[in-house]
């Protein structure tokens, strides 16, 4: 019998079964697909490869603006792509490593909850082997995890379904081509992301979003610095896609005029949702909302025994998030464990003072391309809403001295930061341009830690770097 058994291995499912793994205890994990779930092999690491490409081809064409010149250059998709083959090929078996150096058993097939655990009484779980094996085995487990992941939300537009010319995030991945014109349907960080791409390897696109603005979780004084620095691609926003005819995409604008974009494909970008059906959800009894599966501060879903992390809880579809759900439950899961096992030694969790509990307010985002985008905490737009009488500073990026000689003073980019007026707390941190994906974690630190316009101007930053102008910027509060 396992400790654990944990169905799903993607970020939250494989760190959990990293950190109880260290801990001595057995664990079974089980997956479908592949080790590392969407983000790995679908999703983040992929598109972020693509993108690095796309970035040293711009960024040869464009080298003569700084004395560097280069003739012909040019780009190989099919090189492109057997290098990002590669690298989530490496990192998947690095994955696989770290399983057999903590003792993890790894189970391919689709896990399904059987039975919870019930009192002194083990949970079980099935293992559907791939293309049906010699049928399903199932195991024993004291306590489940369920981290299934999510998949691309499919809207129902007429045209869509059963199109070959339009393709969700996954499958635009594998294309053996850069397509001449494309239309995403989309203007979330997915849609946006391809975008650029795309555009950066020499495609028209043009991208099609219902909202007013893109990536609507944005500062909105961020959103239209993000689409400046991607001139090339159209954005046609507050409209409403009506059919899909071929790649031909048929909307409504907030005019109410009927307009259409052609294109050789369409990106189906309108996010993704959490996968609720296929591992048992019906047979343990555990409560799901119209988001995800529900669970408290430490992971635990409405049944004993079971706890949830990952896109599956549909809180925050993130990697990251993914990560530390995972670091919460192991925590909560060793304690379980060690209690019904009569307080056995060997969780460090059951000794510590403080549980570890799951918090939403710090968690940053970022948006990856030529030029990036990122965030923490509130929004402007956030704080009127909810009525936060906030102090807000913004700088120009262009003013580092470090941003300027690396991306010229015409550049795009900028920082934020947000206070309240009443506590000088920092609420939100806020930047598009170069590097903000590498130092919009200094952000969520100070949200986190509560840290006050005066703690932040007493910190020494390094000089020069971009991620100064957040001190620059509190300076301003």
């Not at 993130?318 to 995972?326: G, I, N």
């Not at 929004?379 to 913004?394: M, N």
Request: hydrophobic share 45%; proline share 5%; aromatic share 6%.
């Amino acid at each position: 019998m396992y400790d654990l058994a944990i169905i799903g291995a993607g970020p939250a499912g494989y760190l959990a079964a990293e950190r109880l793994g260290h801990e001595k205890k057995k664990i079974l994990l089980v997956e479908e697909k592949y080790l590392g779930g969407t983000c790995l092999n679908e999703g983040c690491i992929p598109t972020k490869t693509l993108v690095n490409s796309a970035k040293l081809y711009v960024h040869a064409k464009e080298g003569g603006k700084f004395g560097v010149h280069a003739e012909g250059v040019s780009f190989d998709w099919g090189a492109v792509q057997k290098w990002k083959n590669e690298v989530t090929g490496k990192l998947r078996d690095g994955i696989a490593a770290m399983m057999k150096m903590y003792g993890v058993d790894v189970a391919p097939g689709r896990g399904e909850i059987v039975a919870a655990p019930s009192g002194s009484g083990s949970g079980r779980i099935r293992v559907s082997r791939p293309g049906g094996g010699a049928g399903p085995l199932e195991y024993e487990a004291r306590a489940i995890l369920v981290s299934p992941g999510s998949v691309p939300a499919l809207p129902p537009i007429p045209g869509s379904r059963n199109n070959p010319l339009v393709l969700d995030s996954t499958a635009l991945l594998q294309t053996t081509a850069v397509p001449e014109k494309l239309t995403v349907i989309g203007g979330g960080v997915i849609g946006v992301e391809f975008a650029g791409l795309f555009s950066a390897l020499g495609a028209k696109v043009t991208v099609i979003e219902m909202m007013d603005e893109i990536v609507p979780f944005m500062d909105r004084e961020h959103s239209p610095l993000l689409r400046r620095a991607m001139k090339p691609v159209e954005f046609r926003l507050g409209c409403r896609v009506e059919k899909i005819e071929g790649a031909a995409v048929h909307y409504t604008t907030k005019d109410g005029k009927k307009e259409e974009a052609r294109a050789d494909l369409v990106l189906m970008a309108a996010g993704r949702r959490p996968v609720l059906e296929g591992w048992g959800a019906e047979n343990s009894g555990i409560d799901s909302g119209a988001k995800g599966a529900v669970v408290d501060d430490r992971m635990r879903t409405s049944v004993p025994g079971i706890w949830a992390a990952g896109d599956v809880t549909g809180r925050s579809l993130l990697a990251h998030s993914a990560y530390r759900m995972a670091e919460v439950a192991a925590a909560d899961i060793s304690a379980y464990l060690d209690r019904t096992d009569g307080g056995a030694a060997g969780g460090k969790a059951a000794a510590q003072a403080v549980p570890n509990r799951m918090r939403y307010n710090a968690i940053p985002w970022a948006v990856y391309g030529v030029t990036e985008a990122a965030g923490v905490g509130i929004t402007s737009q956030e704080a009127a809403a909810r009525g936060t009488a906030v102090l807000e500073s913004s700088l120009p990026m262009r003013i580092s001295g470090r941003f300027a000689a690396e991306n010229t003073f015409a550049g795009q980019g900028a920082v934020k930061v947000i206070a309240s007026a009443e506590s000088r707390k920092i609420l939100g941190v806020h930047a598009v341009g170069a590097y903000a994906s590498e130092f919009i974690w200094g952000g969520a630190a100070l949200i986190e830690q509560e840290f006050r316009i005066e703690d932040v101007k007493q910190m020494i930053f390094p000089h020069p770097t971009v991620c100064e102008l957040i001190r620059d910027a509190v300076w301003g509060l």
